[in-house]
C-alpha cells in the first residue's frame, strides 16, 4: 500500500504547495473576483488550465497517460448535464460565501485563516450529507450507448485533438490578456500567469507520478463514505466489508502538508489579509462547496484544471455554471 500511497501524498503536495504560491487560496482575491473587482483567479485559473492542456496532451502523445474525459453528471430532472449545471451553480455560491474552492479550503486551513477550519468543517457535513442522499437524489438514467458516448470536444466535432488544443491556448490566452488590460497586477502575490504556470506544474507533477489528473472535492465524498461506512460498521449493519478509497483523502492531506512547507520556507508567502468571512458563512458556503461539487462530478481542479484540459463537454459546462453562481450570487452579497 505504502507505495501506491506515497506517489499521490507527494503529487498532493506539489500541488497544495503551488496553489499556496499562486495565492487564489486568499478569501479576498476569490470574493474580488465574484464581484469583478479584481481578475487574478480568472487569470491564475486559465493560465493552469491552458497549462495543464499542453502537458496531459504531450504525455498521452507520448503514451504515458491515457485519461477519458469526464462524463456527463446527471440527475435525471432536466438534461444530460443537469447536475453539471446545478452543482455548479451550487458550487459557485459556495465560493462567493466561503471565498474558497474545495482546494483551497485545505489551503486556507494549513495557513490559518480562521474561516477555513469553519469552510472545512462545512464542506465535510456536506460531503456526508450527499453520500447520504446521492442515490435517492439521482433518477434512473439510461446508459449512454456507442452512439452518444462522446464526452469531449473533439469526438462531438470529429477532429483531432490538437487542433482543439490550438483552439483553447489562443483562447485562453485571448481572456488573459483583456483581464490583464482591466485589471493589470499590482498586488504583492504572485504573478498570475506565474502562478498559473505553478498549478500547471502541479498538474504535471500529479500526471508524472500518478497518471492521473488532479482533482480535490472526491475527498469530502470519500469522506462522507468513511463516516456511513465506520457508522454502519459499528451497528454491525451488512455491506461493511469493503472499505471506502483513501487515494482522495491522502492526496487532499498532502495539500495541507505543501502548503504549510512551503509557509516554513517561504514566511513571505503567507501575506496578511484582513478580508473576513464570518463563521456560519464560511460553514454554509462550505457545505455548499462540496455538495455543489459532487453533485457536478468535480470542481474548480477536477473539472477547471483537468476536465477543460481534456476538452471535457460536461466540465467547460460545469466551469460555466460554477462562474454564472458565483458572479450571480455576489450581487446579492
Not at 438534461?79 to 451550487?90: A, P, Q
Not at 446521492?134 to 462522446?150: F, L, V
Not at 490566452?173 to 490583464?180: F, H, K, L, Q, S
Not at 464560511?282 to 470542481?299: I, P, Q, T, Y
Request: glycine share 12%; charged share 10%; with cysteine.
Amino acid at each position: 500500500m505504502s507505495k501506491s500511497i506515497s506517489p499521490v501524498l507527494a503529487s498532493g503536495t506539489i500541488f497544495g504547495a503551488a496553489l499556496t504560491a499562486s495565492g487564489v487560496w486568499y478569501p479576498s482575491a476569490v470574493v474580488a473576483q465574484m464581484h469583478l473587482e479584481t481578475q487574478h483567479v480568472l487569470k491564475v485559473f486559465l493560465t493552469a488550465s491552458a497549462t495543464s492542456a499542453v502537458a496531459l496532451w504531450t504525455l498521452e502523445r507520448v503514451g504515458w497517460v491515457n485519461c477519458a474525459p469526464k462524463k456527463p453528471s446527471r440527475l435525471g430532472w432536466l438534461g444530460k448535464y443537469d447536475g453539471n449545471i446545478i452543482g455548479g451553480l451550487i458550487l459557485g455560491v459556495g465560493m462567493t460565501l466561503s471565498g474558497a474552492c474545495p482546494g483551497t479550503v485545505l489551503v486556507q486551513v494549513a495557513m490559518g485563516v480562521p474561516s477555513g477550519l469553519w469552510a472545512l468543517a462545512g464542506a465535510s457535513l456536506g460531503g456526508i450529507y450527499y453520500t447520504a442522499v446521492a442515490k435517492s437524489m439521482r433518477r434512473n438514467t439510461p446508459t449512454d450507448d456507442s452512439s452518444d458516448a462522446r464526452y469531449s470536444v473533439q469526438e462531438k466535432l470529429n477532429v483531432d485533438s490538437s487542433y482543439v488544443l490550438l483552439v483553447f491556448e489562443v483562447l485562453a490566452g485571448a481572456v488573459i490578456t483583456v483581464a490583464t488590460k482591466l485589471s493589470p497586477h499590482r498586488s504583492r502575490l504572485l504573478h498570475p500567469v506565474t502562478g498559473g504556470l505553478v498549478i500547471g506544474g502541479g498538474q504535471l507533477a500529479s500526471l508524472l507520478l500518478t497518471k492521473t489528473p488532479v482533482g480535490v472535492s472526491s475527498a469530502y465524498e470519500d469522506l462522507g463514505r468513511w463516516f456511513w461506512y465506520i457508522l454502519r460498521r459499528q451497528r454491525g449493519l451488512k455491506g461493511t466489508n469493503n472499505a471506502p478509497p483513501v487515494h482522495s483523502l491522502i492526496f487532499a492531506s498532502g495539500i495541507v502538508l505543501g502548503s504549510w512547507i512551503l509557509a516554513q520556507l517561504r514566511p513571505g508567502t503567507s501575506l496578511a489579509d484582513n478580508f473576513a468571512v464570518s463563521p456560519v458563512r464560511a460553514a454554509v458556503g462550505g457545505a455548499f462547496l462540496a455538495f455543489g461539487a459532487r453533485m457536478a462530478g468535480g470542481c474548480n481542479s477536477g473539472h477547471g484544471i483537468s476536465g477543460m484540459s481534456m476538452f471535457s463537454v460536461a466540465s467547460i459546462i460545469s466551469v460555466i455554471s460554477m462562474f454564472a453562481g458565483g458572479f450571480g450570487s455576489a450581487v446579492f452579497l
